[in-house]
């Protein structure tokens, strides 16, 4: 299996809320599917928002859908991340609270269980997903 990858987003998406919302068209095993993705920049802090933009240890990114009913977390645009604690993603549907770390949900109706994570690649400027053979992009 060879990996490939897709675009998500510029870091620079990233300084406004720590987080974004990427939404792709996927088609895998010959159907197409929407796949939502959040990336979280864990240096992000709102009280001085602003990211290295030539860093990329610090990104995590998983499936957008949480694990108790399959919603998607934001309240709003690409706001994700508890203002008080963004080390925290919240779901905006029941308040289930999930480690940006490791996707691992503290506390909620979903407690225990875990936001699926996406690997990821980069460039200098851009955040990226890598893919397998089996899973195609659609343009
Ligand atoms: S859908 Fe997320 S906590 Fe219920």
Same mark, same amino acid.
């Given at each position: 299996m060879s990996d490939q990858s897709i675009f998500l987003c510029h870091k620079s998406d990233l300084q406004k809320t720590g987080a974004f919302g990427a939404s792709l068209h996927m088609q895998k095993e010959g159907r197409q599917k929407a796949l939502d993705i959040v990336i979280i920049d864990m240096t992000y802090n709102p009280a001085n928002p602003q990211s290295d933009p030539c860093s990329h240890n610090h990104y995590k990114a998983f499936v *957008?859908?949480?694990?108790?009913?399959?919603?998607?977390?934001?309240?709003?645009?690409?706001?994700?991340?508890?203002?008080? *604690?963004?080390a925290i993603l919240i779901c905006s549907t029941h308040g289930a609270r999930f480690q940006a770390q490791d996707g691992f949900c503290l506390s909620g109706p979903c407690k225990g269980s875990s936001l699926t994570p996406i690997s990821l690649t980069f460039t200098e400027q851009s955040i990226f997903m890598k893919i397998s053979d089996n899973t195609h992009p659609k343009h």
């Open positions: *957008n859908a949480c694990p108790h009913l399959g919603m998607p977390l934001e309240t709003f645009d690409h706001q994700f991340l508890d203002q008080t *604690n963004p």
